[in-house]
């Protein structure tokens, strides 16, 4: 069975920065491309980004763009979510997300092709 198992969460100031982690078990994590999603509170869960199963291909929601970095390393069966100059609007629970492809450059960002998912991390950003 596959897991997903996220962390890095926590509190930061606005300006800061974090780096969330999500390991992967229970299959080979190179078969998956990945994603990161978030939901705050009293809104549903969006995306954040995504990247191939190569890592060759991300892609970013427009809010991020410039500031988030996702990356991923397929020796360690782990993925990276890399937050920099956090902004308050970023508090949310972020979820990372698999999805076993064929194509080792696609990338997804639609919610509903993710089959598997984690179980969240809190991320709070004060002002």
């Known amino acids: 069975q596959v897991q997903l198992v996220e962390s890095g969460g926590g509190l930061v100031q606005a300006g800061g920065s974090l780096r969330l982690s999500c390991g992967i078990s229970?299959?080979?994590?190179?078969?998956?491309?990945m994603g990161w999603f978030r939901r705050a509170p009293g809104k549903e869960r969006e995306f954040v980004a995504a990247i191939s199963r190569s890592g060759g291909s991300t892609d970013y929601v427009d809010s991020v763009k410039g500031r988030f970095t996702i990356s991923r390393d397929n020796a360690k069966n782990t993925v990276y979510l890399q937050m920099d100059n956090l902004k308050p609007e970023d508090t949310a629970v972020y979820y990372c997300?698999?999805?076993?492809?064929?194509?080792?450059?696609?990338?997804?960002?639609?919610?509903?092709?993710?089959?598997?998912w984690g179980q969240g991390t809190q991320v709070t950003v004060s002002s």
């Open positions: 229970g299959s080979t994590f190179s078969t998956y491309a």
């Open positions: 997300a698999a999805v076993a492809v064929a194509s080792t450059q696609l990338v997804t960002t639609r919610r509903n092709r993710y089959d598997y």
